[in-house]
């Protein structure tokens, strides 16, 4: 039971595979969260889409679930920190409220024959230059290219002026404020591929390049401030949303990176791993994206934080499909006990690219696929084999970042579902060859949403107090079998190169 004087921030963190609602107090500890898993549609191969409604209805029900649960009342919620999956995107109608289509995931491959037009017809490198991404399906820009084309065909008397376009942050702010605020930020709106990355603003030339209006696109705003207030009926008052970021930036916060070089890696339904590179843009000469971390109004001007960013989309995904898609298993926990029931994969090779695959290879017509399969393997090596997947693609992207920085990376940080097994984190550390470092509490996303909020609103004033509340959990040295993994991995990188031509 709370009392009047106790405090408290709302993070939300609206993941690809679900909604979660977690309280915060005021030592920045958790003190009770409720989440729902996300269905997914997949109306073609290589398709995904979301509901938005119901993103927006799970998201209203685990608030009133959180309170519920620990007895808390929304009157003693000083903010709200939003952090998102980032470049699914939509259209809703700001009259009926509606969506106009499903959302289009961030995973979804329908844009490729678009993206190999863009780059037939040289834009490639313009686009690169102008976003700091390389041109690829997974960002936002050819998705609300389409839907806004499949409007105009499927539905031709819509009102386009009467259209809002935007992420899933900007939807979800857009609902929780009563339709009053559309709007979104720097983190998430660098990965639209439609905000130039030196101006901090959307680029008209992009806009044009993808016939996307400006008028439909929300305000760009800065991470750290006031977006808002919350329609004052959904929780019996008014309170202010006071951070907006993309989920990984917002891990990149929680873990303390506010500085270059520091980094971090998410293991979510993908990998993400994230180095801070400061207040000035770095370019990678490795297959990696230019992001902003972060923004904020500081002395009267805009300033932003950027960061290099290796984004690998099928991660704790692959996992999700030996339970759900193949039936190899009954839960995502048991993966970790059969991996060690056997002590290698018999030769066997998964690669992880159910989406295709992202950074360092960028291919989007690479599949996923078991390689090295004989008659002695079994559904255990099929597992350590996925695992041993992810820790691998992983290291491609540390190889990449190790050689854009010049400075090899001494230890990882890392956080999100999949870092909860034990067996995949000892076989990074041994992949790796260096320690990794997983946190007490791993939903580093909602966290860092949580701090940026309370840190707005004044609720704390020391950011480096904060972060070092956070508790490791454990450390993963390489051990014994370190020379046996990396081994592994040069098999494997023949295995992927495989699946990147599987089609000729």
């Given at each position: 039971m709370s009392t009047d004087t106790e405090k408290y921030v709302l993070a939300l963190d609206l993941g690809t595979t679900g909604n979660r609602a977690i309280l915060f107090n005021s030592q920045g500890a958790s003190v009770g969260?409720?989440?729902?898993?996300?269905?997914?549609?997949?109306?073609h191969p290589g398709w995904l889409e979301h509901d938005?409604?119901?993103?927006w209805e799970d998201t209203y029900a685990m608030i009133e679930r959180v309170f519920r649960d620990t007895?808390?009342?929304?009157?003693?919620?000083?903010?709200i920190g939003l952090t998102v999956q980032r470049e699914t995107c939509l259209l809703w109608d700001k009259t009926t409220g509606k969506p106009l289509h499903k959302?289009?995931?961030?995973?979804?491959?329908?844009?490729?024959?678009l993206i190999r037009e863009l780059t037939a017809k040289g834009e490639a490198e313009k686009i690169q230059t102008r976003t700091g991404l390389v041109l690829d399906a997974y960002f936002s820009a050819t998705k609300l290219s389409w839907v806004l084309d499949w409007v105009k065909k499927e539905q031709p008397?819509?009102?386009?002026?009467?259209?809002?376009?935007?992420?899933?942050?900007?939807?979800?702010?857009?609902?929780?404020t009563g339709g009053q605020v559309h709007a979104t930020d720097h983190s998430n709106a660098s990965r639209t591929m439609l905000m130039n990355i030196e101006s901090l603003d959307w680029d008209q030339e992009l806009l044009d390049l993808f016939k996307i209006p400006r008028e439909m696109m929300p305000e760009i705003k800065p991470s750290f401030g006031i977006f808002g207030k919350t329609e004052p009926a959904l929780l019996g008052l008014p309170i202010p949303v006071a951070t907006v970021l993309g989920d990984q930036q917002a891990a990149l916060f929680a873990h303390g990176c506010d500085r270059p070089g520091m980094l971090k890696c998410t293991y979510g339904t993908g990998s993400f791993l994230i180095a801070n590179t400061g207040d000035s843009l770095t370019k990678s000469q490795n297959q990696l994206l230019s992001t902003i971390g972060w923004s904020k109004q500081a002395n009267g001007s805009l300033k932003g934080t950027y960061a290099l960013e290796g984004a690998m989309f099928t991660a704790g995904a692959c996992i999700q499909w030996l339970r759900d898609g193949i039936k190899l298993i009954d839960s995502a926990a048991e993966t970790e006990h059969l991996a060690t029931q056997v002590d290698s994969t018999n030769g066997a090779y998964f690669v992880p690219a159910l989406s295709g695959l992202g950074a360092p290879h960028w291919d989007m017509d690479a599949r996923g696929a078991f390689l090295g399969i004989t008659g002695g393997?079994?559904?255990?090596?099929m597992v350590r084999a996925v695992l041993e997947s992810i820790a691998f693609q992983v290291k491609e992207v540390v190889d990449a970042m190790n050689r854009d920085s010049g400075t090899p990376m001494v230890s990882l940080k890392v956080d999100g579902g999949a870092s909860q097994n034990n067996f995949l984190m000892q076989f990074q550390a041994d992949v790796l060859g260096i320690p990794v470092e997983r946190p007490k509490f791993i939903d580093?996303?909602?966290?860092?949403?949580?701090?940026?909020?309370?840190?707005t609103v004044g609720l704390w004033d020391d950011y480096y107090k904060l972060v070092s509340n956070s508790k490791v959990g454990?450390?993963?040295?390489?051990?014994?079998?370190?020379?046996?993994?990396?081994?592994?991995?040069v098999t494997w990188q023949k295995a992927v190169s495989r699946a990147k031509n599987w089609i000729e």
């Open positions: 969260q409720a989440y729902k898993e996300l269905r997914q549609y997949y109306p938005a409604e119901e993103i007895d808390i009342s929304p009157s003693n919620v000083q903010a959302a289009i995931v961030w995973q979804d491959r329908r844009t490729a024959p008397n819509v009102d386009l002026s009467n259209v809002l376009a935007g992420t899933v942050d900007t939807w979800v702010l857009w609902k929780l393997v079994k559904r255990e090596h580093a996303t909602a966290q860092g949403a949580a701090f940026g909020a309370g840190l454990r450390v993963f040295e390489p051990g014994e079998n370190a020379a046996k993994a990396q081994e592994s991995f």
